[in-house]
């Protein structure tokens, strides 16, 4: 074992206990750990942080702002370094068993990432072309003069930060009408930016280019989210992990491997860690879903993102994914909770923010798994799914805490409860109180 990763024990004491806390101390731990600050809290605090007068700015038609109960996921430590989660999300559990897992990692494991690759993909698509190999031989032959052109014009902005346009690839699509599709992948490296403009931007600038030398019609120019060229990695490792559970989380990895009706549920569970990092941080998650589903079923059946085995006596689990996000450009920076939340998570760059979504989803991954092969999904799920079972009833503040102990019991009696009994508990605490 190469010698273990492990977080700052005072971060670590800081987190002790986080989750029984009012939110006012959760809130100075947060402080006192670094990761906020007092004027951090004030912005939070407001009734609106996002103004309508700046939502008018993002979207069209505007009638109001829709707000996500943002949490904090606690004890997570990646590549050595303590992080702390932010988490926008309407799911119950999904933070507690975060932190909850993390806690486990920290104390038994460690979580290790790394990038693979560094290119984003635009597509520019010549539907029909006569001759395939002439097409390529000429857009081979004057890549360099084509990269040189985009750079220094439509691309100078990412160029100067270290960035552009690198290559094109010619790709043939046989269309199945006995013609062929050429379809060039132009490959740019997009820094901190998630790049979603700047690429297409490339791309259109390109089309006229590319039709004068090749005497074809262009038809779409648009990025591609499959950006298998730019992978995020994230391991975990439980050392000396007790045998039985070991064994189960494996076979509860290899039911999503083996079967696509469970790889999607078990997606699914990735994506509740990952997508609730990205929405806090304002980044576009519908893309990233759409990558990391397309990567899933990319051998041609739909599998599992994320796999676990043992090796010797510990548990290892690894997800690598297309995971292209920003930490600047879109709303992440204009948007004041995504900047704070981004300030929290102390990133120095977007391959960085794009490991800890990674490791946040093999977290989030390992937790789904944990509960379904051991207690089951429902014990952790239900405690908090009772509160908000009671929130939506018409009970008063003060009826709220015996409905609650109430639809435990009942829980406990009956192994599951609905809204029919929490009306029924309701009716019969009127009758006797
Ligand atoms: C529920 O939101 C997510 C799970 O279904 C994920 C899984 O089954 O792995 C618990």
Redesign the pocket.
């Known amino acids: 074992m190469s010698q273990r990763k492990v977080g700052d024990p005072q971060i670590e004491a800081l987190c002790k206990g986080f989750s029984k806390l009012s939110r006012q101390e959760r809130e100075t731990r947060l402080i006192q750990m670094g990761f906020l600050t007092t004027e951090d809290i004030t912005i939070l605090h407001q009734e609106n942080p996002l103004t309508i007068d700046l939502a008018n700015h993002f979207v069209e038609n505007v009638i109001g702002c829709f707000p996500m109960p943002l949490g904090v996921a606690v004890n997570f430590v990646i590549d050595g370094r303590d992080y702390v989660i932010p988490m926008a999300t309407e ?1 119950t559990s999904i933070i507690a068993s975060a932190s909850k897992t993390a806690k486990w990692i920290r104390e038994q494991g460690e979580i290790t990432t790394q990038t693979l690759g560094g290119l984003c993909i635009g597509q520019i698509q010549l539907p029909i072309v006569e001759n395939f190999n002439e097409v390529k031989q000429k857009i081979e032959s004057n890549k360099s003069e084509l990269i040189d052109q985009a750079n220094h014009s439509v691309a100078r902005g990412i160029v100067a930060r270290g960035g552009g346009i690198q290559d094109m690839i010619i790709r043939r699509i046989y269309r199945g009408d006995g013609h062929s599709m050429a379809v060039i992948h132009v490959m740019v490296d997009t820094r901190d930016a998630m790049g979603a403009n700047i690429i297409n931007q490339v791309c259109e600038f390109l089309k006229p280019h590319i039709e004068k030398l090749t005497n074809e019609k262009v038809g779409m120019c648009i990025l591609s989210n499959l950006a298998d060229t730019k992978l995020s990695q994230a391991k975990i490792t439980i050392y000396d992990i007790e045998p039985q559970l070991g064994k189960a989380i494996v076979e509860g990895s290899l039911f999503a491997q083996m079967d696509p009706y469970r790889a999607a ?2 997606n ?2 990735v994506m ?1 860690g990952i997508d609730a990092v990205l929405i806090a941080t304002g980044n576009d998650w519908r893309a990233v879903e759409a990558a990391i589903h397309a990567y899933a079923g990319y051998s041609g059946q739909y599998g599992s993102i994320t796999q676990w085995y043992m090796k010797d006596n510990h548990l290892h689990g690894v997800i690598e994914a297309p995971i292209i996000v920003g930490t600047v450009g879109g709303v992440t920076r204009l948007h004041p909770v995504a900047r704070i939340c981004l300030k929290m998570l102390h990133v120095q760059t977007a391959a960085e923010l794009a490991r800890i979504l990674a490791a946040v989803g093999l977290v989030q ?1 390992l937790a ?2 944990k509960a ?1 092969v051991t207690e089951g ?1 429902n014990k952790g799920h239900m405690k908090l799914h009772l509160s908000n079972l009671a929130l939506a009833s018409d009970a008063t503040q003060e009826e709220l805490p015996l409905l609650k102990q109430h639809l435990i019991e009942r829980l406990e009696k009956q192994k599951s409860v609905t809204g029919k009994d929490v009306i029924e508990i309701l009716n019969e605490m009127r009758k006797k109180y």
Do not use: S
Request: hydrophobic share 35%.
């Open positions: 799911e549920t078990n699914k569970g509740n991954n789904a798994i379904l999904i």
